[in-house]
């Protein structure tokens, strides 16, 4: 890890040696067992609550601990650097807070955001669709109002938490109107006709369940529109702008965690009498691991204090998702490198780490749509 960390506060200092803590002795040594077996971590999730780490950048009044994001991104990197699954499923349940405690009126804030940040609730975010992924103003998905109530109907696709969430901060279509048509509602997870397909059997993140989530005339009070009717796309791009920054900082955390396993390997392992690790050949490799996780560390820190000053950062947290994630993917497999043939096998995590850190390059937007994130900023 991270010999030192800057932190602003004698409080974040104090968070951040809590969230270590618990990430070494709750939520790693459970990990690998977890992901082999498939098996959803819901019980890491209501510690996390319980500690009051599930909703850490939002304000006290509502139960969150009112950190900046520079701070709460750092304790993200910590639970990922001990367990991915739990770390991107905070970060989800964090972005499904979003458009709530941003966008909702007092009167739903006091309602409902203090059971969401305070513990036991987890929630999903429910944009995508099978053909709606980078494009998300062509959705189908549709919310007709019916008197006091909307009556909503289509299928969302790549859910995390799908079938496990409490709560979902839901996009569905209220016009035929393109991005205009989109609106933003606060979804019950256990309202009739909301249903789960089984799981997706993904190549990694196999603790965390992601599977197609199923609207079938679901019916909710007109009162859990978040904003007004035809916000719903500047509510999901808003949020997918902090999103990323909690990608970036889980893509760095993972990095890390893979850089730390190859360097206390490459000073066991002797070859020729000596630790591999006083070779120049795989000394240079461990350096530009090292350089790569630093060098995204910053990246994603900058575009936090952008953030917690006011200023905008929407170009700096796509540049911040597309250099973690590429240099997370590039670390992992390095690490394998360094290992060896034991690399290749799951009796080391590194194996592990790199088929995570694939997925991070592809959701919350892909790498691809980040550069053109970037590249629009530039005109």
Known sequence: MPAERLLPTQEAEDLIALVKEIARDELKPHAADAEENEKFPREAFRL????GLLGLPYPEE???GAQPYEVYLQALEEVASAWMTVAVGLSVHVMSCYGLATFGTREQQDRWLP??????????????????????AAMSTRAVRKGPEYVVNGTKAWITHAGA???????????????????????????????????ERKMGLTGS?????????????????????????????????SGRLGIAACAVGLAQAALDEAVAYAKTRTQFGRPIIEFQGLEFLLADMAAAVESARATYLMAARRRDAGLP???????????????????????VQVLGGAGYTRDFPVERYMREAKVLQIFEGTNQIQRLVIGRGLR
Do not use: H, N
């Open 209 to 241: 369940i992601t599977a197609q989530l199923s609207f079938d005339d679901v019916r909710f009070g007109t009162d859990r529109l978040i904003g007004s009717e035809g916000d719903g796309l500047k509510i999901a791009l808003s949020a997918l702008d």
């Open 115 to 136: 059971e969401m940040l305070e513990g036991e609730l987890l929630g999903g975010y429910a944009l995508s669709e099978s053909q709606a992924g980078s494009d998300p």
């Open 165 to 199: 969430a409490d709560f979902y901060t839901l996009m569905a279509r209220t016009s035929p109107d393109g991005g205009r048509g989109i609106s933003c509602f606060l979804a019950p997870g256990d309202t009739p006709g909301l249903s789960a397909s089984p799981a």
């Open 48 to 51: 996390l609550g319980r500690s």
């Open 313 to 335: 950062f929407r170009q700096q947290a796509s540049i911040a998702k597309l250099v973690a994630t590429d240099a997370a993917m590039k670390v992992t497999t390095d690490a």
């Open 62 to 64: 509502f139960g969150g």
